[in-house]
C-alpha cells in the first residue's frame, strides 16, 4: 500500500476512536475523501438545503474555480472540463448501468448509460422516506454511500461496513431535516398536517392539496392524487391502487425542458418482442428492465420546498412558479379531450402553498 494511503487510513482510525459514532458520521460526511477526489458528501448536500443550486454553484466558483464540486461528474464533460453545466444546472453525469434487455440504438455495444440528474435534497429523505434516488435504484444508505464514495468520490480507499453505517446514521439524525416539525416526527412526534394558509392565495392554494375528489371539477386534490400522507410522497386512494404508490410519471422527461440530450432505448419484452423509447432519462425503466416505466420516476416529498430548488429530477423547474406551470401544461393534454385548465391566478396560489410547506 502507498504511504500516504496508510497516513489516511491511520488518521481516519484515530479519528474514528477519537469521535465516537455520530461525530464519526459527520466527520466521514464532512471532511474524509477516503483518499479520492478531495469530495465529500457536503460537496454536493449543502448544509442548509441539502442539495445543489446553480446560485451556489455560481458563488463557489467565484470564491474558488477549483472547488471539488467543479470535477468529474459535476464538469461538462465528465473528465472536468467546462463549468458550464453546473453553474447554469447544477446537474451531475449520472452513470446508470443497462439492464440486460435493454440497448441503445445509437450505441449497440454500450452496457451503462450517463444521465443528467439534479442533487436530491439530503433533508428529510433519508430520515422520513425509505426510496433512495429519483428511480428508487439503491436498496440502502450504506450501499448509497458506498457508491457515492466510489462513483462521485473516486475514492482509493474501501470504506468499511462500519464507516457506512455512521455515515448512514448521521444521515438520519438532527441535522437533515427542514423544520421543527420534521424532526419531531422522525423522533416519534405527530404526524405534521397540511398548513391552513394564512393569507388568501395560499388558504386557496390549499385545495390543491387537500385529499378530495369532485369527478366535475378535477382541480381541487389534483396535487394530493400523488402527493399525499405526511411528506406528501404517495399516491392517495382517489388515485389507481395501490394506495401508497411511489412512482409516476408527469411528463418531465417528455416535455424535456432542460433540453438534455434524447436518446433512444430498445427495450427486449419477455415474449422476444422489441420497444423502442426516446427519452433524455427512462428514470425507473432501466432499473426494471420494463418500457412500461419508462418516464416514471419517484414522487419526492413537498416538505422544505422553499429551501431545495431547483426542482424535478432534472433541475429543470427553477421556481416553484415553473412547477405550477409545468402542471398547468401536463393537466391541459392528461385527459384526451378533457383539458383542465389552470387559471394565472390558481398557479400562484399553487406556488404560494407549496412555500409554506416546511
Ligand atoms: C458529485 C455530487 C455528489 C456527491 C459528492 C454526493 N452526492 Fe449524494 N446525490 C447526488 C446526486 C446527483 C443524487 C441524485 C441522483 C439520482 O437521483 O439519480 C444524490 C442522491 C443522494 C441521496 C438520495 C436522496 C433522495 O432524495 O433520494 C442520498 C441519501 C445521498 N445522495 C447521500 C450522499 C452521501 C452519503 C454522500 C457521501 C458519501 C453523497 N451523497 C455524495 C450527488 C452527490
Ligand atoms: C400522477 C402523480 C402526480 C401528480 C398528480 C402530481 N405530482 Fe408532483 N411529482 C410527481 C412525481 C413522480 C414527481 C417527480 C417528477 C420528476 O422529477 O420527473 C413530482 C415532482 C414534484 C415536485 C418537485 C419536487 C422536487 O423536490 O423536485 C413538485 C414541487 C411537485 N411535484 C408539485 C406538484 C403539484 C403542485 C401538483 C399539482 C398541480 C403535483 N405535483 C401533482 C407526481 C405527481
Redesign the pocket.
Known amino acids: 500500500m502507498k504511504r500516504t494511503v496508510w497516513i489516511a487510513a491511520a488518521i481516519g482510525a484515530a479519528a474514528w476512536i477519537a469521535l465516537g459514532y455520530e461525530d464519526a458520521g459527520r466527520f466521514?460526511?464532512e471532511q474524509e475523501t477516503f483518499e479520492g477526489n478531495g469530495?465529500?458528501?457536503?460537496?454536493?448536500?449543502g448544509k442548509d438545503t441539502?442539495t445543489?443550486s446553480p446560485q451556489d454553484a455560481q458563488r463557489r466558483f467565484a470564491l474558488n474555480p477549483r472547488d471539488p464540486?467543479f470535477r468529474?461528474?459535476?464538469s461538462d464533460d465528465g473528465r472536468g472540463n467546462g463549468v458550464n453545466r453546473m453553474l447554469t444546472e447544477a446537474?451531475?453525469l449520472?452513470e446508470?448501468p443497462l439492464p440486460a434487455n435493454v440497448r441503445l440504438a445509437d450505441d449497440r455495444y454500450a452496457r451503462t448509460v450517463t444521465?443528467r440528474?439534479?442533487?436530491?435534497?439530503?433533508l428529510n429523505?433519508?430520515a422520513l422516506?425509505r426510496?433512495?434516488?429519483?428511480?428508487g435504484?439503491?436498496p440502502s444508505?450504506t450501499s448509497?454511500?458506498r457508491n457515492?464514495?466510489r462513483g462521485?468520490?473516486q475514492a482509493k480507499i474501501e470504506p468499511t461496513p462500519g464507516q457506512l453505517e455512521a455515515?448512514?446514521r448521521f444521515?438520519r439524525g438532527g441535522s437533515f431535516f427542514s423544520s421543527f416539525a420534521m424532526r419531531a416526527f422522525a423522533e416519534g412526534g405527530p404526524e405534521p398536517a397540511l398548513p391552513a394558509g394564512v393569507t388568501e392565495p395560499e388558504k386557496r392554494g390549499r385545495r390543491f392539496f387537500e385529499d378530495v375528489f369532485d369527478p366535475n371539477d378535477l382541480r381541487p386534490g389534483a396535487c394530493a392524487l400523488c402527493h399525499s400522507g405526511p411528506m406528501l410522497n404517495q399516491t392517495n386512494r382517489f388515485f389507481a391502487p395501490p394506495l401508497g404508490g411511489r412512482f409516476q410519471n408527469v411528463g418531465v422527461s417528455e416535455f424535456n425542458r432542460a433540453g438534455n440530450p434524447v436518446r433512444t432505448f430498445i427495450f427486449r419484452n419477455a415474449d422476444g418482442s422489441e420497444q423502442t423509447v426516446a427519452s433524455p432519462d427512462p428514470g425507473l425503466a432501466l432499473i426494471t428492465g420494463q418500457a412500461r416505466d419508462a418516464n416514471t420516476f419517484?414522487i419526492?416529498s413537498l416538505r422544505g420546498l422553499r429551501k431545495t430548488a431547483p426542482y424535478f429530477?432534472d433541475n429543470s423547474a427553477r421556481t416553484l412558479e415553473d412547477v405550477a406551470e409545468h402542471y398547468a401544461r401536463l393537466f391541459e393534454v392528461l385527459i384526451p379531450g378533457k383539458p383542465v385548465v389552470l387559471t394565472a391566478q390558481e398557479k400562484a396560489d399553487m406556488a404560494a402553498y407549496m412555500r409554506l410547506l416546511e
Not at 39 to 45: I, Q
Not at 117 to 122: E, F, H, P
Not at 131 to 135: E, K, T
Open positions: 466521514l460526511f469530495r465529500t458528501c457536503l460537496t454536493c448536500h441539502g445543489i464540486l468529474h461528474d459535476g446537474t451531475i449520472v446508470i444521465l440528474r439534479g442533487i436530491a435534497s439530503t429523505t433519508p422516506d426510496v433512495l434516488m429519483a428511480d435504484r439503491e444508505l448509497q454511500a457515492a464514495i462521485h468520490a455515515i448512514a444521515e419517484k419526492p429530477h
